[in-house]
């Protein structure tokens, strides 16, 4: 259920990111350089001009014009604001309002962008021409869109805390679960299953190694689930924008895939030894705490110092040399991003000066772009941290699935201790320690007394 109600928040952030480009896209195109026009459909026009407009139009065309507005004190006011009838009427407007004071412009040598611009700057003259604010009308597009923005801004930072929240509790509650089974599991151990695994690495599986995977389900909960989402959207986002510069984003998806690939062979190995490493240290420095007495004793302290110093200079080593592996990701992750936007920025100019580019346009492709990237450096963390935390999970259940050597009788009964009396015999008993040639004690015999 959490992870059901984590995936919801998780879209809706993913939802709002995926939308912030484009309003940035229409705050710059639309409310700087078009002055909060969207379109040539005029919202108000003179009968005057109308009438030149719709003389222009075809008789299809004339016919929706007509019918989508009203005359009021000689002016015309559009009535029809359905959202398929707006897009027909796009259509009917722009030609005819480039040719309102351009009625010589060849239109078959310019962009549909240029077009589009032209009609909108002759729209602008109108509105003035019939009293219309156009500074109101900018501040008023601005102000609406930064709302939304804001809205989505806010929106997708709830999502993300909350999501953050589910899974840090969510990731704490299976990190104790397993603790518990872990430990319930070692009180079940004879010492067959102690000298298997050894004290120190017990410690090591139930505390770094739960750790390890408690950390990968939170890295999991959050990041799992949204870069795919976010990087999908992104390319579809891409596709969309129709600029001809997709082939930059899979130069640039290549190149971190490359780098991924090349860092993860060569750190892999090293995160597979750590774990081990940290339970010869654990072990070193268990038995120097429990022997100190006798090292003491003995004046064994400067050998054990060498031991213990040999033990974590390997760690030490080995943990220097995946940081230092993995320490190259960030930089060259951002080298990439930023080859990536000096690209865009290079070819998209380009497209702005011949006119089929708008500025809003290229950076909300830069914007998407930049997604589509961070989305794959949230798999290349989760590619670091899941196999670590696959290789302490595989630790765990090792315990949690080893059966003990010594196990209670199905007929046995859990009575409380107090109700019983009497003493235990042992006769000729041997014992020896595992791999052992000889018994280490033969035929023993002893009586055990109450209390005694």
Not at 165 to 172: G, L, P, V, Y
Not at 257 to 278: C, G, N, V, W
């Amino acid at each position: 259920m959490k992870f059901l109600i984590v995936f919801v928040f998780l879209m809706l952030q993913a939802f709002c990111e995926l939308s912030l480009p484009s309003y940035t896209s229409a705050i710059v195109d639309v409310g700087i350089q078009q002055g909060g026009i969207e379109n040539a459909v005029p919202m108000q026009v003179s009968k005057d001009t109308f009438e030149v407009l719709t003389g222009m139009m075809n008789r299809e065309q004339y016919e929706l014009v007509r019918n989508s507005y009203a005359e009021e004190n000689g002016i015309m006011n559009l009535t029809n604001t359905d959202k398929e009838q707006q897009e027909l009427l796009k259509d009917a407007f722009t030609i005819p309002m480039v040719k309102l004071y351009d009625n010589d412009i060849n239109l078959s040598d310019v962009s549909d962008n240029i077009i589009k611009q032209k009609a909108i700057e002759n729209l602008k003259k109108e509105y003035e021409k019939i009293g219309i604010n156009i500074n109101h009308l900018q501040t008023a597009y601005l102000l609406r869109t930064g709302g939304r923005m804001l809205a989505y801004t806010l929106l997708m930072m709830a999502s993300a805390f909350l999501v953050g929240f589910i899974s840090s509790r969510t990731a704490a509650r299976i990190g104790a679960d397993l603790r518990t089974r872990v430990f319930r599991k070692v009180l079940s151990f004879s010492n067959v299953e102690m000298d298997k695994f050894s004290t120190a690495s017990l410690i090591t599986r139930s505390t770094n190694d739960i750790q390890q995977v408690q950390m990968v389900i939170v890295v999991l909960m959050r990041m799992a689930l949204y870069a795919p989402v976010i990087g999908i959207g992104g390319v579809i986002k891409v596709a969309g924008t129709r600029t001809g510069m997709g082939w930059i984003v899979g130069v640039g998806l290549v190149a971190i895939l490359m780098l991924i690939s090349i860092l993860m062979s060569i750190a892999m190995p090293k995160f597979k030894l750590m774990q081990t490493l940290i339970d010869d240290l654990n072990r070193v420095s268990r038995e120097m705490l429990t022997g100190m007495l006798v090292i003491r004793a003995f004046s064994r302290e400067r050998y054990e110092e060498k031991r213990f110093e040999g033990v974590n200079d390997r760690l030490m080593k080995t943990q220097l040399f995946t940081g230092h592996t993995m320490s190259f990701m960030m930089p060259s992750m951002t080298i990439i991003m930023n080859a990536l936007s000096l690209m865009i920025v290079w070819f998209g100019s380009k497209g702005v000066d011949m006119g089929t580019l708008q500025v809003g346009t290229m950076i909300a492709f830069i914007s998407y772009t930049m997604q589509i990237v961070m989305s794959f450096m949230m798999l290349a963390m989760m590619s670091l941290h899941a196999p670590r935390a696959g290789v302490a999970a595989n630790r765990v259940f090792e315990i949690l699935d080893s059966e003990s050597s010594i196990n209670d009788s199905p007929e046995s009964a859990d009575y409380d201790r107090m109700q019983f009396s009497g003493e235990i015999s042992f006769n000729n008993v041997s014992f020896s320690y595992p791999g052992a040639i000889e018994p280490a004690l033969n035929n023993i015999s002893f009586t055990a007394k109450p209390g005694k």
